[in-house]
C-alpha cells in the first residue's frame, strides 16, 4: 500500500500564471527550490537543487501546458525516490483551483508526514508568490 499527499488550494490567478509559477525555474527559486533547471516539455529533466547535499534531479512525466504538470523523482533521498509529485488546474470564479498531489509514498514515515507539512506550508508560499508578489528568503522556506 502507498501513500499520498493530496492538498487543494485556490489561487487568484490565471491557470497560465500558476502553470508558470510551478514550473518554470525562475518561478520556482522564489519559493521552492534554491536553484533549479528545466522545462515543463515531456520526457525533460529537472534539477531541484536545495542544498550540495540535496541536489535532487526528476523527469516530467506528464504535462499539459495549463493544466497539469507531474514529475517523478530520478535521483533524491531515498524515501522520494519512487514519489511523483505534481498539479491538476480548474478554472474557478475567482481564478484557479490547484490540487497537488504527491504520491507513490512506500511508508508512512516521519519523511512522508514532514513532506506533507512542508507541500502545505510550500504551497501557501507559492499562492503569496503569485498573488502579492512575496518572496519568501530560501533560507527562510520550511
Partial sequence: M???????????????KVFDAF????????WWAL?????PI?????????????????EVLKVKQN????????????????TTFGI???????????KFSHKDWQ?????FRNSSFCWAMLLNGLKNYIEKGIVIPFNERN
Fill in 42 to 58: 515531456l520526457g525533460a529533466e529537472y534539477n531541484l537543487n536545495f542544498t550540495d547535499k540535496y541536489n535532487w534531479y526528476a
Fill in 67 to 82: 493544466e497539469s504538470f507531474f514529475l517523478k523523482m530520478i535521483t533524491s533521498s531515498e524515501e522520494w525516490q519512487p
Fill in 2 to 16: 502507498s501513500h499520498s499527499i493530496l492538498l487543494d488550494l485556490y489561487i487568484n490567478a490565471t491557470k497560465s
Fill in 107 to 111: 511508508h508512512n514515515t516521519h519523511e
Fill in 23 to 30: 514550473t518554470l525555474p525562475e518561478h520556482l527559486d522564489n
Fill in 88 to 98: 491538476e488546474l480548474e478554472d474557478t470564479d475567482t481564478g484557479t483551483l490547484l
Fill in 35 to 39: 536553484k533549479s533547471s528545466g522545462e
